[in-house]
């Protein structure tokens, strides 16, 4: 018994590891006007699980101070794919989670604006928007069903284990394919440059000897050579 339990903490361990260096995770705040729009960019892998949560606060003018929002003012997510098409359109209170896979590689455009119907020269209030995302996250034992075996817990962390694993290979393979295309266009760029060079040259010689030939030519008709 003793065996299986420290086999079970050790995969634990090992998941939590790989979640930890494999997956990409960032949290920000931004100021957002009442009727403003607030987009961040992320680049995303295909067949890859964002998730993300946000907390909204309002700006207190008494105070000077932001809170959590009481009102009944909330937040419209719209999040798009690198072809502009929306993925999400959602409508939330002043917080809320979110979640979606990315169908293709490329930029993703998640964007945060208040539900707010007042006119622009009315609408002066001052929000501050928490957001929390987090690319490419499997979370471990959320799907574990609540047994007593051991072995059964520990065989299905391992197929966690090994869906963070194919996660970090994929996130590798796209890696692999920007740097490929970024090198393609280094090279075509300093061939085109290269080229262009040699074009230039080769039209200031052709120049400089038909200059030096009608040089040529006006002296010895003018007999001073």
Known sequence: MYLESYIKTSLIKVALILVLFST????MFFHLGEREEKCIIEDIPDD???????????LDVTKQNFHSSTSTLGMVLTVRDPEHDIVISKLYGFQGKFTFTSHSPGNYYICLKSNSTRLTVFAGNEMRVHLDIQIGKYEIGESVPGTKDAIHNARDDMQ???EQLQQINKQQNYQREREETFRQISENTNS???WWAAVQTTLLL??????????KDFLIEKKLV
């Open 24 to 27: 990409s995770s960032f949290g």
């Open 48 to 58: 890859t699980l964002v998730s993300g949560y946000f907390h909204m606060e309002q």
């Open 160 to 162: 966690h284990i090994f």
């Open 192 to 194: 085109n440059i290269l």
């Open 206 to 215: 052709i120049v400089g000897m038909w200059q030096t030939k009608q040089l």
